[in-house]
């Protein structure tokens, strides 16, 4: 009568998993918490794991044949059946990262049903955030950059776009909402590596997308903070930049009564319901970020590519295991 | 650099508006908590109140040429714009009612994104309720009845479906869902006039939805329950039923630690939202529902047909406004 | 800069701990979503393990010199300072079952600052809830009961009582709250095997706290429903008690936009924070549960006296390390 | 059976009430959705309404005999009893402002059962979020300052307290704290007018004490900021601060995933519940605040004094109908 489930089964050698770029220990306050982006076990030097980041605990990156996983009945999810994901796979393997990593900028920015949302950045993150908008059911989303391969990868979903490069984001919104110059929800998916969102095109400008967001967020609405912010940056220009410190408009966010969620996402919150959200077809994430696969020894030119602005969002697959689309 | 929003004018004449079927007054302790549903000033008698319904407050059914709304600067809806709102009047009726019915179902049984959902009843509420869930981003949504037009219905938008006088929901559910018999989240849209959902077809049995929803509710689901439980039912042939005391297996629920919402939608509290996802495209809930235009002279004719079970939701359009669709 | 926090050593001989009365794998989707009272894996028959409960998993009771606990990394919550804590031992003791279990029931019910609160039952964990309703800032707690020792032991720390042998808890509601009949939060700390309260005293009548408790709750309020229901009790006198099906008068809870949260309290969610608030010395948990520390050997007795409704808390202390008062 | 309440009559003259701080129209979407600091019709430069602020509205402040309340039936919180309300009457006028706006730094930093708390400044705002605080179970509440007298006046009801004259809050907190130096949640009391918290005394440093509670809040920890930060502040003697621009150190908040809440309280989302507390005794705000009732013709005094550090919260008292202590 009162049933198990089907996820209870040990982790055997061949099933498919996802693997959460977090590293966290399934034991500590914060993980019980669900708080695993910031575990407090796994990394000596400060709350938080993840592979291949500097400064988060040591652990190599994923980019290889084989990844070693701390904790791993704590932190696999297991595809319920294998052939029903590899259908599905290119869509996914965006389970460790970057999906979640979007949807969470947008719950903590209250997307819900029939909001307007701003996303800033329309690299795969920002990509990620408005498909997560639509999957929580926004009535419109707006994604803005200057990158005109991304603005068209995001118009191929349904999103309106805005180029940043063409002046102030609030002009834009406007047109795009009939007047309203702001949304109920802004996620900023850029973080302080900006080059000017809005009017201050050119030079890295760290704060520039916050406080952006801040004139384009309507009083009452909430911003979501997925992009990285550092606690230092020692190859900045100014001395405030190595510190961290930006020049933030808060007092603007204040009138508005601005609530700000930050930090990297926990992805064991929201990797099952979007792994099921996937495998019932509610959602294309991969089309929707261009995922394109690549072998290893491709890795090097993808993240050229990458850098260079492409508006693809490469997956490694080491073992030539997935299948062509 | 702050702005006001639109929806801050005054009512005049001429607005199109949508009024929530709540009667509330703006003022009270409940409406100042979003409690629209049990004002306190609007019914002598008790907290509630709402057009054409015995014991809310008896204020006349809407089913008129004109009707008039108390508080109505609190209680109208006003849509921004009359001539978008035209185009899509068939759907923004749904606002007054069901639609938000279905939704509060849904949200108070915890429907988000990759949740997989049994709502009992394919009537129009459940028909509102189911597409709520994919607005939510509900994996798989199933419905249960036993009226097969209504169940067709359910189909044609993306439901899977359950014909209740077949044998059990459970049963069922785990053929729908690869042997899993449970769902993450139950929403009642049939209250106490259910006749035999599941074992018991025939006599109305009106704890039968509720015990069924325990049973097909994973442990630590909740169930919502927007469908109507009556105070006291005069004409019931039980003295249970007479006093509204039903036979419920709340160990049941207990043991899986459930939680149950009860209760009348408060309108207010999702209107604009979901206004706003019509308006938007995001949804196609006349389509859904049915819904059927018909002159008020027609009215008569439209409840006889509904109470036969016909699978439509019937619009009364008294001055003919509504084009074609 | 960043700090790790004192609890994230490893479990080692010659902690203190304090185990939860669930036991919880740590790993299945439950547990991951802090469900810990229905973990998927801890026992074959349904969600959910406890010590010494018949059909929770057969884990031997804790009433002796030792128990063994699984998942212990998991399940263990160290007490940060064995000094400091050995000073509240007896506080601490509760830690492991009624005081989360009251604390749920309030929490679920809603209490908050400025809340009335009525709890039916002046057991021991109806006395831990109207402590937890004190510590989360409720303005008037109303405990109710048939035995004068344990509504003397409710007033001892200021709880006002109803005698529920002595007529309507309404109308002795309606007394205390100078004529309000109703309060903000139901908490049902009697469960199924209660007699008469209310008008019925007398027989064992299941249903009748939960009937009560929808009359004396205000609409728009909340009911924690901690006291433990059945899903059959094989002993019971009727057919309906035997399945487990109670005679529940929903109708009045709907009306009323009632929500019911039930199950076995997730220990893990509160424990942490309420070792803090006992280790703060802002609560005085084992005073007012008249916590009283008798050897093993002494076990027997101690459950004969409380059976007799003694208002008494036992804890046993087989190894005799806890001091005198 | 189901009762109205006591709140539900209409306003006559003579009744004893409480007025928000904030003027709101109870009829616009933000109103309605409890946003009451930001209401969007009072104010035709941008949301929000309050008595006697520049930029709020133009509604006169209320240091006078009288004071005109638009919306009155909206905005005004009724004493259910006029005898019972001016027994506790000092107390009760906390409601109008500072009361719920602690509160609310409290609510939105995270505060509840066992939390660590550490709030910055002792002003009436601080002493009125340690009030909240305690209210809410906190664990430890610790309040810096750097004016002598209000630290005093903190620890007369049971705060700890750092004199951030003294040096790092992070170090003395952890001698407070057993060696953690970093509490649950923050509170900002002190605004854009702050004179080095920290190790910055002297200068005003608008963004120190927002830099220095992400020093000291734990990570996965909330920061309430109820203390004012401008929009822009022409008498500034930077560009930055002119244009309300803040260094702040996001980065380091960003690393540890704080969130931060900021704006005005709404008032009305607290006010009926903590009148509830107050009633029943179970806080004793005025006295935490050290208020003290003064006739109109003192208050230029009394703002002289307040400027001056005083550590005192004047309460105006126009008519001589509060009576002594």
């Known amino acids: 009568m009162v049933e198990k489930g089907r996820d209870v089964e040990t982790l055997t050698v061949g099933d498919l998993v996802s693997i959460p770029f977090n590293v966290a220990c399934g034991r ?20 938080g794991g993840a592979y291949g980041y500097v400064d988060m605990g ?37 389970l460790s990262d970057i999906f979640p990593t979007g949807y969470h900028g947008c719950v903590t920015a209250g997307v819900t049903t029939g909001s307007t949302v701003y996303i800033a950045g329309a690299g795969p993150v920002g990509l990620a955030a408005a498909t ?43 047109h795009i909402l009939r007047g309203e110059p702001e949304v109920d929800c ?7 590596e900006a080059h000017g969102h809005g009017t201050h095109a050119g030079d890295e400008e760290p704060a520039t997308v916050l406080n952006s967001l801040m004139e384009t967020t309507r009083a009452g609405g909430a911003l979501g903070v997925p992009g990285l912010y550092v606690t230092g940056d020692p190859g900045a220009h100014t001395r405030a930049a190595k510190q961290g410190s930006l020049s933030i408009r808060l007092g603007l ?22 792994m099921s959200a996937i495998l019932s077809g509610r959602t294309s994430i991969a089309r929707n970020v261009n995922a ?23 997956v490694l697959d080491p073992h030539g295991l997935i299948p062509a689309a």
Chains 1, 2, 3, 4 share one sequence.
């Open 58 to 94: 040591g652990w190599p990156g994923g980019q290889a044949e084989y990844v070693m996983v701390p904790y791993a009945d704590w932190n696999a999810l297991r595809f319920p059946d294998k052939d029903e994901a590899m259908a599905r796979i290119r869509d996914l393997t965006m």
């Open 28 to 47: 500590c306050r914060n993980c019980k918490e669900g708080k695993t982006g910031i575990c407090l076990r796994v990394n000596p030097e400060r709350p």
């Open 132 to 174: 997560s908008a639509f999957l929580l059911g926004a009535a419109v989303v707006v994604v803005g950059d200057n990158n005109k391969d991304r603005l068209e990868q995001a118009r191929s979903f349904g999103c309106e776009t805005i180029d940043v490069s063409n002046g102030e984001p609030r002009d834009q919104l406007a």
């Open 253 to 274: 966010g204040w009138a508005k009564s601005h609530s700000f969620a930050t930090g990297q996402c926990p992805v064991m919150r929201y990797n099952r319901q979007l």
């Open 292 to 314: 394109t696969v690549i072998p290893l020894n491709k890795a090097p030119k993808g993240y050229t590519d990458f850098d260079h602005g492409m508006a693809k969002k490469f």
């Open 186 to 192: 802004g996620v900023d998916c850029v973080g302080f």
